[in-house]
């Protein structure tokens, strides 16, 4: 080992446990039966352990290029941390999917598991839950002290989930041992909820986006570069424009003479395309995700057997489709967690998902990751801090799986254009548009020359959006809690498009596709600039 291997062994141990429940979604061991601390002196050694982490880096020698890649992108990662640490952004967390409430809830159902779940460990975070909230609270009253709130909606986006999450921890009353446990952590998510209706909405503002210098924050955080704003926005506009082409032509080959709405909404009633949800919609997206694998090992990809099993997941609570990539001891193999609520489940966009969240996109990607032993530690597990890197490839699984001739059924593929690549591309002039407040550009047909608020937000995405309108609310309030989050997959499929592209043309007839996507993903997870430089070497 390097001394760049040995610290990166070093501050992932130390990070796992300064922060339990980025391990637990992480899959790094260790942590299972704790929770972080999210109160004032967990966020302070969080901090001070990423200044003692670049210290040490700065000092350390480098051997060779993969200390080289690997340095780069354990410093790019610990200059964005310490960057949001200096801004004191941290009190602004919420988010209806990813803030610190949903981690620590994520963290005690990624060890529910029926019959089979690791009781010890699930205990353990369970009767820790409430001295969590309390430190979260504490947090954020300190930082309401200092005239840092979250905005309204996003705050009350959080207290909407916190009874259903009360539910969720009730239902643990009735096995053995965690009655005492199981009704403590209910009434916390209640107190929690009081906390914030009572404390923090009073003082917190209406206003919608973050403004440029909170957003570029994110950028640098999510997608690990710097953008043209602007520029990125115009692109946007550009490419929702050449979707819409293509989505007409895919809805005439189903339904001639009919329009895009028409379409969906047979689509939509369609027994053909629908399932009960629960236990037979968890088993069709199972032998979707088996079957890919399948049909792509050893003949478009080299598929290693321990990620030959995906386990799929249906959540209690929420309403989020994502990825578990396998624990880093393999103990835990990759998880696809997807929310299916109602009675019935829509299906004609599913297929194009599966292939975003399983084989070849995370699982494949952030698994392969995972066993690569030439990466540090910390590229190993660290898929979870890159999401430009990690959603980009998703989004570019999903074009591969076109190009490769997996969507044999036109109402499929109309599935990937119109709920996949259509929503990540208004994402990308939605989430901006509203966080710097831009305004609406001539010959979009959409209040032209407007600025953006979250009305129209919701009103344009669910022009373009297959979901009801209370889905497509709840998706707008996910961009405005996560700012930039949201552009990670448009922003990021441009980048692995672009360095195939280019591989492409460096290597002409010689070009294998295969090759490229082992190459590519051997380099780990790291941010977009990072990995434009090295896939420009590929």
Not at 206 to 231: I, K, M, P, Q, S
Not at 260 to 288: M, T, Y
Not at 290 to 296: H, K, Y
Request: charged fraction near 25%; proline fraction near 5%.
């Amino acid at each position: 080992m390097t001394e760049i291997d040995r610290l990166s062994d070093r501050y992932v141990s130390d990070l796992a446990a300064a922060d339990p429940c980025l391990a637990a979604m992480s899959g790094i061991s260790g942590q299972d039966g704790a929770l972080t601390d999210y109160g004032p002196d967990g966020y302070a050694a969080r901090a001070d352990l990423t200044r003692r982490t670049l210290a040490e880096l700065a000092a350390a020698p480098m051997t060779g290029e993969a200390d080289r890649r690997a340095a780069a992108v354990l410093r790019d990662k610990l200059e964005t941390f310490a960057a949001l640490d200096e801004a004191d952004v941290h009190a602004l967390d919420f988010s209806n999917i990813d803030g610190p409430f949903q981690r620590l809830r994520q963290a005690v159902e990624v060890l529910d598991q029926g019959a089979d779940s690791p009781w010890d460990d699930l205990r353990a975070r369970i009767e820790a839950f409430p001295a969590a909230l309390r430190g979260l609270s504490a947090y954020q009253a300190e930082a309401r002290d200092r005239g840092i709130v979250a905005h309204r909606p996003m705050i009350l986006g959080t207290v909407a989930q916190l009874e259903g999450s009360a539910a969720y921890f009730r239902g643990f009353a009735e096995r053995p041992g965690l009655d005492g446990a199981a009704r403590a952590a209910a009434q916390a998510c209640l107190d929690y909820g009081a906390f914030l209706t009572g404390e923090l909405v009073p003082a917190a503002p209406d206003r919608e986006g973050v403004g440029r210098d909170r957003y570029a924050l994110g950028v640098r955080n999510f997608l690990g570069t710097t953008l043209d704003l602007e520029a990125t926005y115009a692109w946007a506009w550009d490419e929702l424009a050449v979707l819409k082409r293509e989505m007409a032509e895919a809805a005439a080959e189903i339904a001639p003479g009919r329009s895009l709405a028409e379409v969906r909404d047979a689509l939509d009633a369609d027994p053909r395309h629908r399932i009960a949800s629960g236990e037979p919609f968890r088993a069709w997206i199972q032998e979707l995700a088996d079957r890919a694998i399948a049909d792509l090992d050893g003949v478009h990809f080299d598929i290693a057997e321990p990620l030959r099993r995906i386990d799929c997941r249906t959540p209690p609570t929420g309403n989020s489709i994502y990825y578990l990539a396998p624990a880093e001891d393999l103990s835990r193999p990759g998880q696809v967690w997807y929310s299916a609520h109602g009675a019935e489940t829509t299906t004609w966009a599913v297929p194009s998902i599966m292939f975003h969240e399983g084989v070849p996109g995370h699982h494949l990607q952030l698994g392969a990751t995972i066993l690569n032993q030439g990466l540090t530690r910390f590229q190993r597990v660290s898929s979870e801090l890159h999401p430009g890197f990690a959603e980009g490839w998703g989004l570019y699984a999903e074009r591969l799986m076109d190009e490769l001739g997996y969507f044999t059924d036109p109402a499929h593929r109309l599935g990937m254009l119109y709920g996949g690549r259509q929503i990540r591309t208004v994402r990308v002039i939605v989430d901006i548009g509203l966080h710097l407040g831009l305004t609406i550009p001539a010959g979009s047909g959409f209040h032209e020359g407007e600025r953006w608020t979250r009305d129209l937000a919701i009103e344009f995405l669910s022009r373009h959006s297959p979901d009801d309108v209370e889905v497509v609310t709840w998706e707008i309030d996910r961009y405005l809690g996560l700012p930039a989050q949201a552009i990670a997959y448009k922003l990021g499929e441009k980048v692995w498009l672009e360095g195939r592209a280019a591989a492409r043309a460096r290597h002409g007839s010689s070009f294998d596709l295969k090759s490229f996507h082992s190459t590519a993903l051997d380099l780990g997870p790291m941010g977009l600039e990072l990995l434009a430089a090295e896939l420009a070497a590929v």
